[in-house]
């Protein structure tokens, strides 16, 4: 105990400014929107302009789509030239809409036929996190494990690799990468007990280049002599099985659900993998590696670089799944090249991305189920009373299972040298119990009620200075945050409510500038676009749904607390403040 | 049919009978022989008091007839203080033995164990130096002689009580609790024990097979149980194998190396290299596995084992790969 | 007098039929459709739902397997999550003990594995009639009130019954007794 | 016109009037409303006895199905309910009641009263235990019964682990035991403490009444916990508390810590009334005053106080600290000090006096040799390490039978022999009292004694079958041979009641020669137990009397119920005071509580509604009559 309470002094006693400016993010930004974090650094931030703090109170609908899918609609839509694509959630329709026309009517739609069984393996509504386009093709993953290329000019089919099996509890939910010709897709299904993977396809033909698993040996890890971790806990041969009961790894979770980044000056792409299975943690003594983590692997082989564990035998489904923003960042006077991430344990690291040094690690909200990262180590410090047991009710642990923030991605503005995080403020009482393993059934065993925590409100909008390590302002949200940011250079910040408000926030001051409030909830990401017309424009996907939205999507019975994994205690209010059904909005200045 | 079924039960824990395996007497542990001692003490002490009191009975009972408490007052106080320094005595005495019991888990590096007790089997968990090396079992324990062992006791359900009468005293297993108890095995034998806290309807039914073994005899076990299940090698235990991992079997049972990985019954992996079925209900055999699986519910009525209602040509070739499982 | 009728009401309600009863080889009959063209109903009830749903150690059974076979991962303790709410009046498949069973042993299209030689009959019907306490839908006096993990709902010995409301009418409405 | 015993009102004349007044209406409603305590007594020593043999048949099912290993007679279910009902029943609605109902019998003859304190009280409390114990049975014959052990631990016990409704209809009927077993007390102490008679000082009491007093307050202590546990339970099963969930920060040793405070002192409510027993037999066949009176007293309160402090001894094997667990190793063998000392009095009162055998003696002479093996093995297993070997094994099935069966079950025997004298007029055999008392006694040691051993060759309690070949099988079939003659045994004993009740050889009012005053009045007493209010001298006022008339008290009205109050301690007479007269409304209250008891297995708001027949009821039950002519002052003669 002593030792871990003067570990947390000197994690925090370190939070000193670490830098004073940003440089600027690698992209070069031609109006274009074609993946889902605008770029490979993953900033979601938009060079345009047109919009900036004094008009965008002007800011009128210009067009609006149905997708006529009544689930969570989480994705981000892509603009390609003068074509615009959604992916839906299930059944993971694509619809492409032409820009150049009055009121973009749909040109084309590609319907991948997908099995209606992966509805039943999908944990947290059939959602779909977005397409990615390259080279004239679209690529995006289907929920019944699909990986398909269609031609973005006609929407035919290119091609389709099935990669993963609904019996086994494996569906994919996340947005492909495509970098050096090759698709980087991942499976989701940790609370199924599927074992996670991260696989490189070959951009023309669909096969499999390589593919590493998230547990087990190194050689299906990829790891290999270039694995070079920072710290000592994560060196050692096939830690994937020893940190493991004998074939706990086999179903051990570890799914790369999330968001990738890319820097294509070190060639390597950075992911993180999510929690491990099942949730009830005594079931899996051990680190559980490589789960609830960040890897950086080598592009072109699959072969691991580093390797860091945000949460070491992680207690509270904290998937380390979350995007990583990379920036170069003047850390005492020299620039380094790090990568920033807003965890799910409630920490905010600033990485350094060549080497996987932590070089800072701050709470960035309400936070009780940690004392701190031990900087030496690397190590969480998890909070003895909030350890989880089998057979015990823990109360009050924040934050919540669906972490400090969940997958709802941040957006980066070199402008203001501020990142804006859309998250949570929940805390949950959380009952482990025995789970019993049966393939393609849910492997959680826990019993989990969330609620609001500290303040009341469910979510908060946080502008994090990563250099001063505080945050700058923050805007309490009072339902749970789960749409993506976006900021231009406009010095403007999006995001979305899920009681459908959509807001224009001061990018300096978190001044409410502009609001519309759409037809349903909020969960997506929003993006901002040059349209055919020269104009700067803003598009969002409304659609509630997602794990904080499953009350509505799938009409549960919120008089059961532990409904949608104990989201639904939380969401209790939800089914009176919205309704399901998809549409895109897209505004410009009149 | 019950008898010759249930005495093979004990022939299958021992070749000289089954008197013993779950008894206090023949000591086998460090607990039981420190038992034995103050038993001893308390037997003496007790016995002796009970001859004074059956002789003074027995002397009023022939006196009858006189008269007079001539002495009486003196010998009451007498009496007042002999039993009082007595029981000092005896609480004394078990005091110093519950010490010194309460520190044979020190003596020497310990084997660690995970029990967890369920209606109505015992899941038992070897904790390794790493979480890797763990071994899991059902309702048989092996111990290494002369070195402690560290017994974690849980409970899945309600309350149990661990006990295997040649080793240790009980200790209960508490739901919501974590309780411990150390053994010092001192003699090579198999045990049984026995759950000691009423259970519910098959509480007679959920005993524990300790087998008490050299350590170098230890070790190889541990490594032979550390290994995945064998596969099977005949069309038939293939069939067996595939029933099993994709039936009913495969929604509670676990086999290392197979895609049945279910934990709510006792791991199968190397079932056919324990002495018993059903916790201690039927000696492992052929036949014994014939009849629990056959007709789980006339064996041992109540328990969470389903009656399936194999075919005949199922049911052979599921105990034909059960009983490769070594 | 009326005490004694109380109880004598109580007999099959606890008796504990370890092997259960198994299914003839047609397994369940019941429709899950609730449209019959030229008119018609589902049909008479299993008689075989009476016996589960109105004995408290099939349900208790049923309580477990709940848990152990990961029912309670995709249904909550009858919100739903993967799966639908089954503590509501709604019932896409009908909420009638054989309907029930049948969803089980069948699966469904969008979602619900089929049970089919996972889970015997009797482990089945023993589901659905604790499924059916989530919804307060089995007699008061064979449901339990909690179960020893997580406090979640409102005890089923007290919570007022929803009957299926779009099941077919020949559907059982309001507690068995 | 008021009239009152005295001078001028004596004999055949005051014998009418008294007749007049303390007699119930004839008829069913008159028998249903009676306060007599002798009558109330009778039935529930009668229904005491009937459950003795119910539960001792289930007794010989169990032994008959573990005569042999692997037994297929009855089912693990039918076996669980069987020994639970048997322990149930046996502790709580024969063990305990038994000695309320001899105390209610005597109590107030053995201290001179005309009646017992709160008499329609202990009516009311008569049909709660009859009410308890036929919902009991009822629930068993429809196989509602419960089958979690009469110790009931949650979480077997819990809504999870007991489906339907086997544990709430145990959980009741404690409460119905409860509640009786309160008022009984309530009764019992008032009528000790303000009904003696004259002169009868503290230090003058029997032994008897000084073991019921005791008795009386450890009732009223523990039985509270246990009531509240039962209740925990009751509201954990019906509205989802969570008072014994681990999950939810309820605790299953909370049960245990509960059970046991209850269940620790419930031993000695059952031992220390039968000491009382002992005491009085011993007493008059040694025809001597109890050696040793004030120890005998002391060690009874003694034994009240520490039987509070010894709970944890039967959870040794919980885990709780080790410290705590010697502590209370300690305090339980503290207990024995108090036993030693009586069970020393006893044989130096024998030894001193002038003993006689008769019947009675005998079941003394058997308790003595039993009760102290029971008590020894009970030292041996309050070491903590004995008696983690020991615990729920047949070794403590065999201790406790030694001291339930060899400490109470022998007295109560002896005593109803004792006594039958006084409450039927007539002897029981002294043939067949002897033929009983040997073939209990060598069979009651041929069941149990074999039980130490198959413990310390480790059987454990509680097992429906066991294996074959493990030693157990000899010393098991053995075990079932001395349970039938136990229930030959039996049945001769209640042959010789039913025969004696009829034929018996008529008594007068002291056929042993006793020296209490329950043998001062005719036998049986009539239905005011004394012409005049006795005035006692010393502890002995009947052989202070030798055989002459008692000095008496009178003054008493005899045209109304009315009784002497006297002081606490001194016993002066202070005031008259009226006695309730016969009453349907105990009756009709106790069906009332019966119907909300059971309603509340099934819906809470049973508490609620039912609650309203029980208001009436008891409104109904004090309304007050009339009151009493002002200005009256006793009259002392």
């Known amino acids: 105990m002593r030792w871990q309470m003067r570990a947390f002094v000197l994690a925090v006693s370190a939070a000193v400014p670490i830098a004073q400016a940003c440089a600027q993010p690698n992209a070069n930004d031609d109006g274009q929107w074609t993946m889902p974090a605008h770029d490979y650094a993953s900033t979601r931030f938009s060079r345009l302009d047109q919009i900036n703090r004094d008009n965008v109170g002007r800011l009128k609908l210009s067009f609006t789509f149905s997708t006529g899918i009544v689930k969570g609609h989480e994705a981000a839509p892509l603009v390609v030239g003068s074509t615009m694509y959604i992916v839906t959630p299930y059944p993971n329709y694509i619809y492409a809409l032409d820009l150049s026309q009055d009121g973009a009517p749909l040109k084309w739609k590609y319907d991948p036929k997908v099995a209606a069984a992966a509805q039943g393996v999908a944990c947290c509504d059939v959602v779909n996190r977005g397409a990615f386009y390259s080279n004239g093709k679209l690529f995006f993953n289907t929920l019944d494990n699909q990986t398909i290329a269609v031609d973005a000019a006609t929407g035919a089919e290119v091609w389709r690799t099935k990669l993963d099996d609904i019996n086994k509890g494996a569906t994919m939910t996340m947005a492909p990468l495509v970098a050096d010709g090759k698709v980087l897709v991942g499976s989701s299904g940790g609370e199924m007990g599927v074992r996670g993977w991260l696989a490189a396809l070959d951009e023309g033909s669909g096969k499999i280049a390589w593919r590493a698993y998230s547990t087990g040996p190194d050689k299906d890890v990829l790891i290999g002599p270039s694995f070079k971790p920072f710290y000592a806990t994560d060196r050692g041969t096939d830690l994937g099985v020893k940190t493991w009961p004998p074939e706990a790894w086999k179903i051990g979770g570890g799914n790369v659900w999330g968001w990738i980044s890319y820097d294509p000056d070190l060639k390597l792409v950075y992911y993180g993998t999510g929690n491990p299975g099942p949730w009830n943690p005594d079931q899996r003594p051990g680190d559980n590696k490589w789960t609830t983590g960040i890897f950086a692997r080598d592009v072109t082989t699959g072969q691991a670089r580093w390797y860091y564990q945000f949460s070491p035998h992680d207690l509270f489904d904290h998937d380390g799944i979350n995007e990583q923003i990379l920036i170069t960042m003047k850390i005492n006077g020299k620039p380094r090249k790090v990568l920033l991430r807003a965890e799910r344990n409630g920490f905010f690291y600033v990485m350094d991305r060549v080497t996987g040094q932590v070089i800072a690690a701050d709470p960035y909200g309400n936070l009780n189920a940690a004392l701190g990262v031990d900087l030496k180590t690397g190590r969480l410090i998890p909070n003895p009373d909030k350890e989880t047991k089998q057979g015990k009710v823990v109360r009050g642990i924040c934050p919540a299972s669906p972490g400090m923030k969940d997958w709802n991605p941040m957006a980066f503005s070199p402008r203001t040298g501020l990142v804006y995080i859309p998250h949570l403020n929940l805390c949950m009482d959380y009952g482990a119990m025995e789970a019993n393993y049966i393939a393609g059934t849910p492997y959680v065993g826990a019993d989990v009620k969330m609620y609001a925590g500290p303040g009341g409100n469910r979510g908060v909008f946080t502008a994090w200075d990563p250099g001063a390590r505080k945050a700058r302002w923050e805007i309490k949200e009072d339902l749970p945050l789960w749409s993506g940011a976006l900021v231009t250079a406009g010095d403007v910040v999006f995001y979305g409510t899920m009681d459908g408000w959509f807001k224009a926030l001061d990018a300096v001051s978190g001044k409410l500038l502009w609001q519309f409030k759409a037809g349903s909830g909020i969960i997506g990401q929003p993006i901002s676009y040059r349209a055919p017309d020269g104009k700067q424009h803003i598009a969002v996907l409304a659609g509630v749904g997602g794990w904080a939205g499953a009350v509505v999507a799938g009409g549960l019975d919120p008089r059961d607390p532990t409904a949608a994994l104990g989201f639904a205690a939380a969401t209790q209010d939800l089914p009176g403040k919205t309704t399901g059904g998809g549409m895109l909005y897209d505004f410009v200045l009149p | 049919m019950t008898r010759a079924r249930l005495s093979a039960v004990c022939v299958g824990l021992s070749t000289s009978g089954c008197a013993g395996v779950q008894s206090i007497a023949p000591s086998a542990g460090a607990h039981t022989s420190a038992f034995n001692s103050l038993f001893v003490v308390f037997l003496v002490v007790c016995g002796f008091f009970y001859l004074l009191v059956i002789g003074f009975l027995g002397a009023a009972i022939l006196r009858r007839r006189r008269q007079g408490e001539d002495g009486v007052p003196a010998l009451f106080r007498v009496w007042v203080g002999l039993v009082s320094l007595s029981l000092v005595g005896l609480a004394l005495a078990s005091w110093l033995t519950d010490r010194a019991m309460a520190s044979y888990g020190d003596k020497g590096p310990p084997v660690r164990i995970r029990l967890t007790a369920n209606q109505w089997w015992w899941d038992v968990e070897y904790l390794g130096a790493n979480p890797s090396e763990a071994v899991r079992t059902a309702n048989e324990v092996h111990l290494p002689i002369g070195r402690p062992t560290l017994i974690e006791l849980q409970s899945n359900d309600v309350i149990h009580s661990f006990w295997v009468p040649n080793l240790a005293g009980k200790q209960d297993l508490i739901p919501g609790r974590t309780e411990d108890i150390a053994l010092l095995p001192r003699k090579i034998g198999v045990f049984r024990g026995q759950c000691a806290e009423f259970c519910g309807a098959q509480h007679a039914h959920m005993a524990l097979t300790v087998v008490v073994e050299p350590e170098a005899q230890f070790r190889s076990w541990w490594r032979q149980q550390q290994a995945e299940a064998p596969a099977p090698r005949t069309p038939e235990q293939l069939a067996g194998m595939t029933y099993v991992t994709t039936r009913e079997c495969a929604t509670c049972h676990a086999i290392a190396g197979t895609t049945a990985s279910a934990s709510v019954a006792p791991d199968l992996t190397h079932i056919a290299s324990r002495k018993t079925i059903a916790a201690g209900t039927l000696p492992m055999s052929r036949g014994g596995l014939y009849a629990w699986i056959a007709d789980p519910q006339g064996v041992k009525p109540g328990a969470h084992m389903p009656y399936i209602g194999l075919e005949a040509r199922q049911l052979d070739a599921v105990v034909a790969y059960l009983e490769t499982l070594k | 007098m009326a005490v004694a009728l109380v109880l004598l009401s109580a007999c099959d309600r606890e008796a504990r039929e370890v092997r259960g009863k198994p299914l003839p080889e047609t397994a369940v009959a019941a429709q899950t459709s609730q449209l019959f063209p030229a008119g018609g109903t589902a049909g008479p009830i299993d008689p075989r739902a009476k016996m589960y749903e109105g004995n408290a150690y099939h349900i208790a059974e049923g309580g477990r397997l709940y848990r152990q076979m990961n029912c309670v991962g995709c249904h909550a303790n009858g919100g739903g999550g993967m799966g639908p709410a089954l503590m509501d009046d709604q019932w896409r498949y009908g909420g009638r003990m054989d309907q029930i069973v049948a969803s089980i042993d069948q699966g469904r299209p969008n979602g619900m594995p089929s049970w089919r030689g996972k889970l015997t009959p009797t482990q089945m019907w023993q589901l659905a009639a604790y499924v059916r306490t989530l919804s307060a839908n089995v007699a008061k006096d064979v449901a339990p009130s909690r179960s020893d993990t997580m406090s979640a709902t409102y005890p089923p010995t007290l919570a007022k019954p929803k009957p299926p409301t779009d099941s077919d009418p020949a559907a059982v409405k309001g507690p068995a007794r | ?637």
């Open chain 4, 1 to 637: 016109m008021i009239a009152r015993d005295g001078p001028e009102l004596q004999g055949a004349e005051l014998h009418d009037r008294l007749t007049r007044t303390w007699s119930r209406k004839p008829g069913l409603i008159g028998w249903l409303s009676t306060v007599d305590h002798k009558e109330v007594g009778r039935r529930y020593i009668v229904t005491a006895f009937v459950f003795f043999v119910l539960a001792g048949v289930l007794a010989l099912i169990m032994r008959t199905q573990l005569a042999r290993p692997e037994s297929g007679l009855i089912t693990a279910d039918r076996y669980n309910q069987i020994f639970t009902m048997h322990g149930s029943t046996m502790m709580f609605l024969f063990a305990v009641p038994v000695m309320d109902a001899v105390a209610i019998y005597l109590i107030p003859l053995m201290v001179g009263a005309r009646n017992i304190a709160f008499p329609r009280l202990h009516a009311f409390s008569y049909y709660m235990y009859l009410g308890g114990g036929l919902m009991l049975w009822i629930a068993f014959a429809l196989n509602i019964g419960p089958d979690i052990g009469w110790f009931a631990y949650t979480p077997l016990s819990g809504p999870e682990y007991d489906p339907g409704k086997r544990a709430d209809m145990w959980a009741q009927m404690i409460t119905f035991t409860e509640v009786a077993a309160l008022a009984v007390s309530a009764s019992i102490i008032g009528t000790i403490f303000k009904q003696r008679a004259p002169g009868m000082r503290l230090d003058r009491m029997p032994l008897f009444v000084w073991a019921m007093l005791v008795v009386s307050f450890m009732v009223i202590f523990a039985m509270p916990a246990i009531a509240l546990a039962s209740g925990f339970l009751i509201s954990d099963r019906l509205v989802g508390t969570q008072f014994f969930n681990p999950a939810e920060g309820g605790d299953p040793i909370l049960w245990q810590h509960m059970f046991w405070f209850f269940g620790h002192p419930e031993v000695y409510i059952i031992f220390l009334p039968a000491t009382g027993f002992v005491s009085q037999i011993t007493e008059t066949f040694s025809g001597r005053s109890v050696f040793g009176y004030p120890y005998m007293v002391l060690a009874l309160v003694a034994t009240g106080l520490l039987a509070f402090g010894l709970w944890v001894h039967h959870m040794f094997a919980t885990g709780l600290p080790r410290m705590g667990y010697a502590f209370y190793t300690a305090a339980s063998m503290t207990v024995a000090i108090p036993s030693g000392v009586q069970i020393f009095c006893w044989i130096a009162t024998i030894w001193s006096g002038r003993p006689r055998f008769g019947v009675p003696m005998l079941y003394v002479i058997g308790f003595i040799i039993t009760f102290v093996i029971g008590g020894l093995s009970g030292v041996m297993v309050a070491s903590v390490p004995l008696d983690l070997q020991m615990h729920d094994t047949y070794f403590v099935v065999a201790h406790f039978h030694y001291v339930l069966i060899g400490g109470a079950v022998f007295p109560l025997l002896g005593v109803v022999t004792y006594w039958f004298p006084k409450i039927t007029g007539r002897m029981m055999s002294e043939r067949l009292g002897r033929w009983a008392f040997g073939i209990v006694f060598a069979s009651f040691h041929l069941t149990f004694m074999p039980m130490h051993w198959t413990g310390l060759m480790g059987m454990p309690r509680r097992v429906y079958t066991y294996p074959a070949g493990m030693g157990w099988d000899a010393l098991n079939f053995v075990s079932t041979i001395g349970a039938f003659g136990i229930a030959i045994a039996v049945i001769l004993f209640l042959v010789n009641v039913f025969t004696s009740y009829w034929k018996g050889e008529l008594a007068g009012p002291n056929p042993w020669g006793g020296t209490s005053l329950e043998w001062a009045t005719t036998s049986p007493p009539p239905p005011y137990n004394f012409a005049h209010v006795p005035v006692v001298e010393s502890r002995t006022p009947l052989w202070d009397a030798d055989g002459g008339p008692l000095p008496v008290m009178t003054g008493l009205r005899v045209d109304e119920r009315e009784t002497l109050l006297t002081t606490l301690i001194d016993a002066e007479p202070d005031v008259r005071e009226a006695s309730a007269e016969p009453s349907i409304w105990p009756l009709l209250a106790a069906i009332a509580t019966s119907i909300l008891f059971v309603g509340s297995v099934f819906t809470p708001w049973a508490v609620v509604w039912g609650a309203i027949p029980v208001a009436i009821a008891l409104t109904a039950w004090f309304w007050p009559k009339r009151s009493r002519e002002p200005g009256e002052e006793p009259v002392i003669a």
